[in-house]
């Protein structure tokens, strides 16, 4: 039935791999590729980079670590951060991503999102939603989590899926960075709104949590950051587990 | 030399990249004029068949393709690009293929509306998956249609819901669904026996 993906992120400053906790207080974790290369070599399924620099300078240093990562490394990249235009997408799909990664530009203005289905296809468009909970629902917010747009974030999920998504990568920023696990509900219901793949980020800490995004939160995939880039877990150790447990992972 | 077809459907970087870390030389073809120079042809693709077959029809490619693959010289159609060596898909009304063999794409049915990701691969022993470990045959695939498992020349078959065609040839003819330029080791030895077997 295709494989649960485990999915390695790496936030990027200036052309380093930043992480910070709540989408605060980035610290450095180190060099970018010798990190994906690391990951692929532990068996990532694919990689994201997100431009967490809000600088002209970080984008540049972006689109060539995609350059350098993209011409040894043969897995899906995304992309994103900071990707506002059709040209912003344009730039990093040259440079080497197989997917963009769309986050508060999309809600800023709907239709990028259906134009670049139209030109790349809805495989290359992955909808980021940093959701923040309001009470029993989760709002989208924009900004590295700072502004709330007011927006229910699963009719967000749903909207971006009628204009053309392929993909939504879902954040919980109340969960980002404190490994205390998956917003479970979050993930769940935003998996059961849409017909197209849901990455589960923001929280994880133990394989065991990990395994209920995928089981009880319905994810398609997770995303891992933190974990992986202090060497807590590797990639191997998370797949075992989840085939331990009988869910299907590539090896 | 592998030229690759850019009829606007898709991010032919990809495989451009992967072809070139294998020391092969490519160079992207629009018109049929240029077929000549090349030895061996790459279709890619993705989105819809439809509109993809009648780009290749506006762009006055489709007859030499046809061409070409009647006369059976090297070419891999990767995901629509293989779906293209059919007649017709599920997914669009209008829009006919390549017609190299007899049928219709039909939709795959699994959890989500689309495949995507990695998936099995189960093949023969045909010499393009030469050198893949036996227990680790995974791909990764994105799309939401596929050949039948039973169309004429498929050597490998993929499971989303019901089987698929994942893989086929004829002769030196081949199409997979799977994107070889993404799916990692395997991907690059799949690729590194096409170059081998056809020297191109």
């Avoid at chain 1, 692929?40 to 670590?65: H, I, Y």
């Avoid at chain 2, 072809?19 to 073809?29: D, P």
């Amino acid at each position: 039935m295709g494989c649960v993906r485990i999915i390695p992120c790496l936030d990027v400053n200036n052309g380093r791999v930043v992480k910070g906790v709540a989408f605060e207080d980035l610290k450095e974790k180190g060099d970018p590729l010798l990190f994906a290369r690391k990951y692929e070599e532990q068996g990532a399924d694919e990689l994201v980079f997100l431009d967490v620099g809000a600088t002209v300078e970080s984008r540049k240093m972006t689109l060539n670590l995609l350059e350098e990562v993209s011409s040894e490394i043969f897995i899906p990249l995304t992309a994103g951060g900071g990707i506002s235009s059709d040209e912003d997408m344009r730039s990093v799909l040259r440079a080497g991503a197989d997917k963009v990664s769309l986050c508060s530009a999309a809600l800023k203005d709907p239709e990028l999102v259906r134009r670049g289905a139209r030109a790349f296809g809805s495989q290359c468009i992955v909808i980021s939603i940093d959701a923040r909970r309001v009470g029993e629902k989760w709002h989208a917010c924009t900004h590295g989590g700072k502004k709330d747009t007011g927006i229910d974030a699963i009719d967000w999920g749903k909207r971006c899926r009628e204009l053309g998504a392929g993909e939504i990568l879902l954040n919980s920023i109340d969960r980002d960075g404190t490994q205390i696990g998956y917003d479970l509900e979050l993930t769940r219901a935003m998996s059961q709104a849409v017909d197209i793949p849901v990455i589960a980020s923001g929280g994880a800490g133990t394989v065991e949590q990990m395994l209920d995004g995928v089981i009880q939160g319905q994810a398609d995939a997770v995303l891992l950051a933190s974990l992986l880039h202090d060497g807590k877990l590797t990639i191997k150790e998370v797949k075992d587990y989840f085939k331990e447990k009988g869910v299907d992972v590539r090896c | 030399m592998v030229g690759i077809i850019d009829y606007g459907a898709g991010n032919l970087y990809s495989v451009r990249k992967a072809l070139h870390y294998l020391g092969m030389t490519s160079t992207l073809i629009s018109r049929s004029e240029d077929f000549e120079k090349v030895r061996a042809l790459i279709l890619p693709g993705v989105g819809a068949f439809g509109e993809a077959a009648h780009r290749l029809e506006i762009a006055g490619l489709k007859k030499p393709l046809q061409k070409w693959l009647s006369e059976g010289r090297p070419f891999l159609g990767i995901c629509l690009g293989m779906q293209l060596l059919g007649d017709s898909s599920e997914e669009t009304i209008t829009g006919q293929g390549l017609s190299l063999v007899r049928g219709q794409c039909r939709k795959v049915c699994g959890k989500r509306r689309i495949h995507m990701g990695w998936n099995r691969v189960d093949y023969g022993d045909d010499p393009l998956f030469q050198n893949i470990p036996a227990q680790k045959t995974f791909f990764y695939f994105v799309h939401g249609y596929a050949l039948p498992a039973d169309t004429e020349g498929v050597m490998a078959v993929s499971k989303y819901g019901d089987s698929f065609a994942a893989a086929m040839r004829i002769g030196k003819v081949c199409g997979v669904q799977f994107h070889p330029e993404k799916s990692g080791k395997n991907g690059l030895t799949f690729l590194e026996n096409w170059k081998r077997l056809w020297d191109v």
